[in-house]
T-cell receptor, first 121, second 119 residues
Framework: AQKITQTQPGMFVQEKEAVTLDCTYDTSDPSYGLFWYKQPSSGEMIFLIYQGSYDQQNATEGRYSLNFQKARKSANLVISASQLGDSAMYFC??????????????????FGKGTLLTVNP | DVKVTQSSRYLVKRTGEKVFLECVQDMDHENMFWYRQDPGLGLRLIYF???????EKGDIPEGYSVSREKKERFSLILESASTNQTSMYLC??????????????????FGQGTRLTVV
């Protein structure tokens, strides 16, 4: 079964408008983290935002915010005031794993299939 | 700046060859990952490692093996390359996660990718 589901293969948005990219996840681990990455056409992977399973508030980073609904297991990315440079592939990812020692833990980081966002002028 | 370096940007190999993809990180990260990226399939985890000589299978380990003899280096090995292993391969690394309840997080940093073509 898919651990991370991104149901929108492609999205279009007008410049300066807000857009929401969907992400749902599946885990039985009480301690997990959710990430969003951006991959422009150049191919690099750029970290955008993080939400921990114990975080009480939704994460925000500049124009990026995460709409975290724990009971629904969703972690949608909201981009406000879209810019042409936001056109890229966006990936949702989940970290899950056990804490094994005082130095930290190993964990598995799995990604969704991605959403290709196109910002129109 | 964190740096994750993959040894080759582009690679062309013949069917049946043994292929080594190398990844080196310079930030003393405990966790390292190998993914392959294919259109419409996103990033799929092949193997990951959380310590020297430690490895765990990801979602698609078949046809691959890995080696982590030193903390900074994580190698992906295609024992006998096949055409269905033609893909973009991405390496990533990350510090160990904070314990539950501790502040902070550790994002993964990625290499530039290796586009492997098996002919």
């Amino acid at each position: 079964a898919q651990k991370i589901t991104q149901t929108q293969p492609g999205m279009f948005v007008q410049e300066k408008e807000a857009v929401t990219l969907d992400c749902t996840y599946d885990t039985s681990d009480p301690s997990y983290g959710l990430f969003w990455y951006k991959q422009p056409s150049s191919g690099e992977m750029i970290f955008l935002i993080y939400q921990g399973s114990y975080d009480q508030q939704n994460a925000t980073e500049g124009r990026y915010s995460l709409n975290f609904q724990k009971a629904r297991k969703s972690a949608n990315l909201v981009i406000s005031a879209s810019q042409l440079g936001d056109s890229a592939m966006y990936f949702c990812a989940m970290r899950e794993g056990a804490h094994r020692n005082s130095g930290g833990s190993n964990y598995k980081l799995t990604f969704g299939k991605g959403t290709l966002l196109t910002v129109n002028p | 700046d964190v740096k994750v370096t993959q040894s080759s940007r582009y690679l062309v190999k013949r069917t049946g060859e043994k292929v080594f993809l190398e990844c080196v990180q310079d930030m003393d990260h405990e966790n390292m990952f190998w993914y392959r990226q294919d259109p419409g399939l996103g990033l799929r985890l092949i193997y990951f490692s959380y310590d020297v000589k430690m490895k765990e299978k990801g979602d698609i380990p078949e046809g691959y093996s890995v080696s982590r003899e030193k903390k900074e280096r994580f190698s992906l090995i295609l024992e006998s390359a096949s055409t269905n292993q033609t893909s973009m391969y991405l390496c990533a690394s990350s510090k160990a996660t904070p314990k539950p309840g501790a502040a902070g997080y550790t994002e993964a940093f990625f290499g530039q990718g290796t586009r492997l073509t098996v002919v």
